[in-house]
Each structure stands twice: as structure tokens, then as C-alpha cells.
């Protein structure tokens, strides 16, 4: 059994080991997390076909670029739950482990006699993070649950796009990311409280409906005290005024947003523009937020017949939040990216280097942890079941022509 967080090491989350039981993205990219600080984090997989994302590329060379990012800094292991010699094999595993993650719907791993009960008889200081589309109670509990149906059941996607066209999902698996980042701070709540009060493990109920509507800022006591059903409306949003997307004299795109009133005032500034900044209709947020589209169309005019390099440089040194709306070759090519390193190298060993998001946030006096290419199927069996549990190679070879790894 590890002893976190007093096992020594050289990352901040050396000798903790995690079972990752997960399969996509909320649950396992949790463990992603703990696994980039330097957890150990055994990732169980079904023999032969392994976890759903290796099969979902794109792809370099028949190897999944989706697994490099999701996987990496993790172990695979095979082990086959349905079968009674495999749910053996996971209540050894559970005795070393100090959590385990999953994301079946409720119900499936009691099914397989691998519940939150079953597993905490073997390790009492066990940590069980249960990741689910609509909770582990409730009438929807067994309801599948993916990205856009959280975005969807949370309440984001509805208000997301324009007010003449369908709503929208976001460009990449927000509902997904955002379950998986409440799962490693749960986690980290847990095993905190564990390990600073001497307790016994938590199980944790975590929604990926209730992860969005999280981040649905006022959207709840709007409707509750106000009657307002917030609707799509495009750019615009009620704390930006002015604040919208413009179109540069260079044909890019600009996000520029201002609320507080003595940004808006330096932007009245460099606009040369003395007759906004003495308007009483435009003094406070409230005000400029009444008359926003007007607002709105005049910064618009100023940004596209200004040349860029001057554009920048105005809203620079009036200290005004902008950026360019980057695609992935400007991101890759911008110097701020490289100057922190936000873009890490890693090199797989067969179709070589990956460039993928590096570790965030970083700590100071410490290093990140190297990044580790997602591992192969099956490929630290020997490691953890010859290693960890002390399974002969005989042991092993017969599970594995059973099927059990």
C-alpha cells in the first residue's frame, strides 16, 4: 500500500498510484493529470481491443495520435473485469493502489463485483472516483453520457452560437475536459483528507452535466431571481461592452472585450474618439452594455482601417486585452509559445517525435516530469503482475491463453 503523500521522489506526486479503469476521455484524462506530476498510473485496458480512443486517430503510421496526448505518462496493463480471475486480479491490484477512476455507466462494475463496496473491503483507504454522464443517482443515472450530450443536458450549448442558426459545440471536448479537471481536484480533495486526518478512502460521484453547468456563470440565479432565459447571442456577452470579434485590416480576426470604465476610457484614448469618453450614456458598464451594437460597430470601423503593427501596439500600451483568434500553424509558429515552452516534444518510438500541449501549471524550484509516449497494450503487464503482484510467468502465460490479461 503506498503511503501518500509522505513517499519520497522527485516529482510533486511521486508514490501515488492510480487504476486507471476509464475508457475516452473524462475519466482517464483525469488520471492524465496526476500521471504528467508523476503519479503512477496503471491504465486497465480489455484485452486485444484495448481503450476506445486508440482506434479514433487521426493517425501517423497505424499509431493513434489522440492515445499519444490522452495516455501519455501512463502504464497499460490488460485485464478482462467480466471474468471472475480478472476481478481476482483487480482486488490485488485495489491493495497497492490509492485510487481508482472510472467512468462505466452506474452499475456496470457491480455487475462485475467490482463496485465502490466490493473494492474498499480489499483497501479501506481506497479512493474511488466514478465519472458518469448524469450521476450515479437520479432517474437518468443510466443514461449514456458523452461530451455534447453533457454540454447539451448542462445548459452551455444552448446559449452557444448565433440567434438565427442551431446551437453549436465547442471545438474540442469542453464537457470532457472540464469533468476530467473537477475529477483530479476531487481526487486531490480526497486523498488530501485521507493522508492529513488519517481517514479511510471517499467514493466520489462525479456528473459530467453537473461539471458544465459549474461553468454556466450566473446562468442559474438569472433565470431564478430575473425570469431571464439567456439565449444565443453570437459574440456578445453581457460583461463585455464593447466586445466582440473584428475583423483586422489584415483580414484576421480580433477578440477585444473591455468592462471596466477606466479601460474603456484609455480605448476612447487611443481611438481619438474624446466624444465616447464624455458620452453620459457610456460612463458606466451598464450604460456602454444598452448600447453595445453601436458601441460595437465604431471600434470595429477603427480596428480594420488600422494597420496592425499600430493597432498592437495602441492597445499595448494602453494595457487593453486583445488577441489574434489563432489557428493551430500560428500557435505553433508564435513566439510567447516557444519562449515558456508551452509545446513539449515527445518522442515515441516508432514513428518518432510528437508535439503535443506540454505539463501546466508549473511550480517553482521543481522540474516538470518528463513526458513518457503512451504506452502499447498490454505493455507493462509483466511489470505490474511479475513486479507489483509477483504473478510467475507461468501465473501469467495462463491467464493470458484464459483471457483474464
Not at 452535466?209 to 431564478?224: A, G, K, M, N
Not at 486583445?322 to 493551430?328: D, E, G, H, L, V
Request: charged letters at 25%; a negative charge; proline letters at 5%.
Amino acid at each position: 500500500m503506498t503511503t501518500t503523500p509522505h513517499a519520497a521522489g522527485p516529482h510533486l506526486l511521486s508514490g501515488v498510484r492510480i487504476l486507471d479503469l476509464g475508457t475516452m476521455v473524462a475519466g482517464p484524462v483525469a488520471c492524465t493529470l496526476f500521471g504528467d506530476f508523476g503519479a503512477e498510473v496503471i491504465k486497465v485496458e480489455v484485452p486485444e481491443r484495448g481503450d476506445t480512443v486508440r482506434d479514433l486517430g487521426p493517425f501517423v503510421d497505424d499509431e493513434c495520435l489522440y492515445w499519444q496526448v490522452e495516455a501519455r505518462n501512463k502504464k497499460s496493463i490488460t485485464l478482462d473485469l467480466r471474468q471472475p480471475a480478472g476481478q481476482a486480479l483487480l482486488y490485488q491490484l485495489v491493495k497497492e493502489a490509492d485510487a481508482v477512476v472510472e467512468n462505466f455507466r452506474p452499475g456496470t462494475l457491480e455487475r462485475w463485483n467490482c463496485g465502490w463496496e466490493a473494492l474498499r473491503r480489499h483497501n479501506p483507504r481506497l479512493v474511488m472516483l466514478r465519472v458518469s454522464g448524469f450521476g450515479q443517482t437520479g432517474p437518468y443515472r443510466e443514461r449514456a453520457g458523452y461530451d455534447r450530450i453533457g454540454l447539451a443536458f448542462g445548459g452551455l450549448m444552448g446559449i452557444t452560437g448565433y440567434a438565427d442558426r442551431p446551437p453549436v459545440r465547442s471545438g474540442t471536448s469542453t464537457a470532457d475536459y472540464q469533468t476530467a479537471l473537477l475529477g483530479a481536484f476531487s481526487l486531490m480533495m480526497a486523498l488530501y483528507h485521507r493522508d492529513t486526518t488519517g481517514g479511510e478512502g471517499q467514493e466520489i460521484d462525479l456528473s459530467m452535466y453537473e461539471s458544465v453547468i459549474r461553468f454556466t456563470e450566473v446562468l442559474v440565479p438569472e433565470y431564478d431571481r430575473l425570469g431571464v432565459v439567456r439565449q444565443r447571442r453570437g459574440n456578445k456577452h453581457f460583461a463585455a461592452a464593447p466586445g466582440e470579434h473584428f475583423r483586422t485590416h489584415d483580414g484576421r480576426y480580433l477578440i477585444f472585450t473591455c468592462s471596466a470604465d477606466a479601460g474603456f476610457q484609455r480605448l476612447c484614448a487611443v481611438m481619438e474618439r474624446s466624444d465616447l469618453a464624455a458620452d453620459p450614456r457610456l460612463r458606466s458598464h451598464t450604460g456602454r452594455w444598452e448600447h453595445v451594437d453601436e458601441l460595437n460597430a465604431v471600434v470595429a470601423d477603427w480596428i480594420e482601417r488600422e494597420p496592425v503593427e499600430s493597432l498592437c501596439r495602441k492597445l499595448d500600451e494602453a494595457k487593453l486585452a486583445y488577441s489574434f483568434i489563432y489557428t493551430i500553424d500560428e500557435i505553433m509558429q508564435d513566439p510567447h509559445y516557444a519562449a515558456r515552452e508551452s509545446i513539449a516534444t515527445v518522442q515515441h518510438p516508432r514513428i518518432g517525435p510528437v508535439k503535443m500541449a506540454g505539463v501546466f501549471p508549473r511550480f517553482s524550484g521543481r522540474e516538470n516530469k518528463p513526458i513518457e509516449p503512451a504506452p502499447d497494450l498490454g505493455q507493462h503487464n509483466d511489470e505490474v503482475y511479475g513486479g507489483l503482484l509477483g504473478l510467475s510467468s507461468e501465473e501469467r502465460r495462463a491467464l493470458a491463453e484464459r483471457g483474464v490479461i
